[in-house]
């Protein structure tokens, strides 16, 4: 225990506790079985409340046990009484001891399908706010469960929004049997006060599943939180629901031959005497003449790999157990007589000692952290079995990393080691894959028993959407504004800078860097390649601003919107983009130009910028300034483990092609040394009350200067 303020100070309070002893009386029936492991349950119940006898001493180990107390005492045997009576007979507790001694297999996910949901616009929306306007914004839900599962953008002082975004929701056995809705909930934003209902729709689970594979439009009213309740506007969108598709038969793997422990191939086992419709195997009362007749059996998920018509689907990664987890011995032997001893210690790791890890799994899918594990506390071989689901758009580029931490008190939790898992390979002989990797790339060693499994849904998304929801976008020169209504861009005529912004990030061309073409209408802007980092890209766009308004309006005088969900990933294209005039120009950036914006927005379109742009998939080193809040750092310091410190040295290491290494390359070289060191905590960083003085910069820094908090932070799930 610590007594402190903040993260300034503090005091530690040592307690010892200790367990002398446990005496009970216990009742066992176990299940036995004639193929290994040989045991199936395990039933168990006590006879009593047990004997246990704890002892806490505080402040001193010779002051007395204040269990001894007469209170304290009782309180205790209380406890111990009601945490045990569910153990107590005539209660018991069954644990199945085959799935715990044999190997790990999932076999299926839970998801059953998966719900696609665009959210088009929504028209005649209720005014929330004094100006006769709302700042929309719809969360989609299961109505029971209640929990936000996907929320779109805000999109300010406007009634007739248009979104276009889509969302995946994964819809398991739970949500049927519980019989729930499909909700979407409009909300209006408001900047300091609760956000205000607008309306919202339920659909049944179980109607939406009625006819698969078939995206629905619907146009519904807005209600109330009560069905009766009628409020003002209608909901466009689509929704539908596809489900898994079985394994493909044909592409089932054979059954490998047995070998011997040498590795050479054993004979062929010789084909039973007895006719297969006269075989009697365990549980079978009869022979079964009609055995012969039975379809094939179904494909083993361990040995058929994903359809590759099917890219889109359901990943499963659940992280068993790690064993042998333990610290690195960074400092090595030490002091003036280590003359032949070993360097470093390279005994076994065990269960009592100062170097045990307080470990923790995080699970990272394409750059994106969604699930975080319990803390294991002081252990060399924690057990997790958690995991997740998630829904992959394409798991040919797909890619999954467990990332292992270290659970510091008073310092930034170190990564003990990463398991990269890109699922091309990963799934390469199998739909499931169970195994031991060793974690790498972080300041601990263990092998972590992991298991990965990919079901794809039958559903064809456009290549556009099928790749990652983080990235950046490399805008390449040049850039081209064509001007057809010359009457609404007077502001031209001299040219103008332009800033180019995503939801995560802004830069800005100079007015210097632009070619005015009288004749034509045209300008053209030669720049250096902008790259601006950007998450949630489906959601996200670019949008290019023209002109500034004037000395104290800083409102632009044209725009131009991209939207990034219209965008291949990797492939370097060129897109022509209407360039539109308005009275809210700021309202208009985050709507999508459609027909439905035509009528109810008062806009103009006065002519088209042409763009150079390639989306990189993924994280990279101009997403580090971005990365504000823990999930967001922890990606990050994830990616930049694997890739990002092995791509700026790549860079680096070309520092001194032209024969001198300048004072640019020189810092810049020292910078990743440092960072290098930092990250495997060798160096200063091998030393505690560094890496303590450096948490508590952080700790101060956020609280007396806080950053603005990001726009859509991720969400990360946890265990129940």
């Known amino acids: 225990f610590f007594l402190g303020a903040f993260d300034w100070l503090h005091i530690p309070i040592p307690i010892w506790v200790q367990v002398e002893g446990i005496a009970a009386t216990v009742r066992l029936r176990i299940q036995f079985i004639p193929e290994p492991p040989f045991v199936r349950n395990l039933t168990f119940t006590l006879m009593g409340v047990p004997a246990v006898e704890v002892s806490v001493v505080p402040l001193a180990s010779r002051l007395p046990n204040v269990l001894d107390l007469p209170f304290v005492s009782k309180f205790v045997k209380m406890a111990i009484a009601a945490g045990t009576a569910s153990l107590i007979a005539p209660k018991s507790m069954t644990l199945n001891l085959k799935e715990m001694l044999s190997a790990a297999v999932v076999g299926d996910t839970q998801a059953l399908g998966v719900f696609v949901i665009t959210i088009h616009y929504a028209e005649g929306l209720s005014a929330q706010d004094r100006n006769g306007k709302s700042d929309p914004y719809i969360v989609l839900a299961y109505a029971k469960f209640g929990k936000p599962l ?99 038969k044909d592409l089932e793997r054979p059954i490998p031959p047995p070998k011997d422990a040498q590795g050479n191939v054993q004979a062929e086992p010789k084909p039973p005497r007895t006719a297969p419709e006269m075989e009697m195997r365990p549980g079978d009362k009869a022979p079964n003449p009609a055995a012969h007749d039975l379809p094939p059996p179904p494909p083993d998920v361990q040995r058929t790999p994903p359809d590759p018509e099917w890219p889109s689907g359901i990943l499963s990664v659940i992280v068993h157990q790690i064993n042998n987890l333990e610290r690195q011995n960074l400092k090595g032997t030490t002091g003036q007589d280590r003359e032949g001893q070993a360097g470093q210690d390279t005994d076994e790791p065990s269960e009592e000692g100062s170097n045990l890890p307080s470990s923790y799994c995080e699970i990272v ?21 958690a995991g997740t689901e998630v829904f992959v758009r394409n798991w040919h580029t797909a ?47 263990g092998r972590a028993n992991i298991s990965v499994l990919f079901r794809s849904v039958k559903l064809q998304l456009p290549r556009p959407a099928l790749g990652w929801d983080t990235a950046t976008v490399e805008i390449s020169r040049p850039l081209t504004l064509s001007i057809q209504d010359k009457s609404k861009a007077a502001w031209l005529n001299k040219g103008t800078n332009v800033v180019v912004s995503t939801t995560d990030s802004t830069d800005q061309i100079s007015k210097a860097a632009v070619a005015v073409d009288s004749a034509s209408g045209k300008l053209t802007w030669e720049f250096d390649q902008l790259r601006l980092p950007v998450y949630t890209r489906y959601a996200s766009s670019v949008y290019f601003e023209f002109g500034t308004g004037g000395l104290f309006d800083r409102t632009p005088d044209a725009i131009a919107v991209l939207w990034l969900k219209d965008v291949i990933d990797d492939e370097e294209t060129t897109i022509e983009v209407p360039v539109v005039v308005g009275k809210d120009l700021k309202q208009l950036r985050q709507n999508v130009l459609n027909d439905f914006a035509k009528k109810t927005h008062d806009y103009q379109v006065i002519g088209t910028l042409k763009v150079q ?58 910078a990743a040394h440092e960072r290098q060191l930092e990250n495997r905590q060798r160096g200063v960083a091998g030393y505690k009350p560094y890496r303590t003085m450096k948490w508590i910069k952080q700790g101060i820094k956020n609280r007396v200067s806080p950053d603005k908090p990001p726009k859509r932070e991720p969400t990360v799930n946890t265990e129940a």
Do not use: C
């Not at 889509?166 to 934003?189: H, I, P």
């Not at 994280?619 to 990365?627: F, Q």
């Open 613 to 670: 742009l390639r989306v990189d998939s993924g994280l990279d080193m101009d997403h580090e300034k971005n990365a504000k809040s823990q999930a967001r750092r922890h990606a990050f310091e994830a990616y930049d483990h694997i890739e990002g410190e092995a791509q700026v040295a790549e860079r680096l290491a070309h520092a001194g092609d032209d024969g001198v290494i300048d004072k640019q390359e020189r810092k810049a070289i020292n």
């Open 365 to 385: 899918v394409n750059d994106d952290l969604v699930y975080k594990t319990r803390v294991k506390q002081y252990s060399s071989m924690p057990f997790f079995e």
């Open 150 to 248: 996907y929320s779109t953008r805000i999109i300010l002082g406007d009634v007739n929004p248009v979104f276009e975004e889509t969302a995946m929701m994964l819809v398991t056995r739970n949500e049927v049997q519980a019989e729930e809705d499909l909700s979407a909930m409009l909300w209006d934003s408001d900047k300091r006060t609760a956000d205000d209902l607008i309306g919202r729709v339920q659909v049944p689970v179980k109607k939406l599943m009625a006819e698969p594979n078939v995206i629905h439009k619907r146009v519904d009213p807005l209600m109330g939180f009560e069905d009766a309740n009628k409020m003002d506007g209608k909901l466009h969108w689509s929704i539908g629901y596809f489900e898994k598709v079985p394994l493909n």
């Open 399 to 445: 890619v999954a990393r467990v990332v292992v931490r270290d659970s510091r008190l008073r310092e930034r939790d170190p990564i003990l080691g990463i398991v990269n898992l890109p699922l091309a390979q990963i799934l390469k002989e199998g739909s499931e894959v169970t195994r031991l990797y060793s974690i790498q790339e972080g300041v601990g060693f």
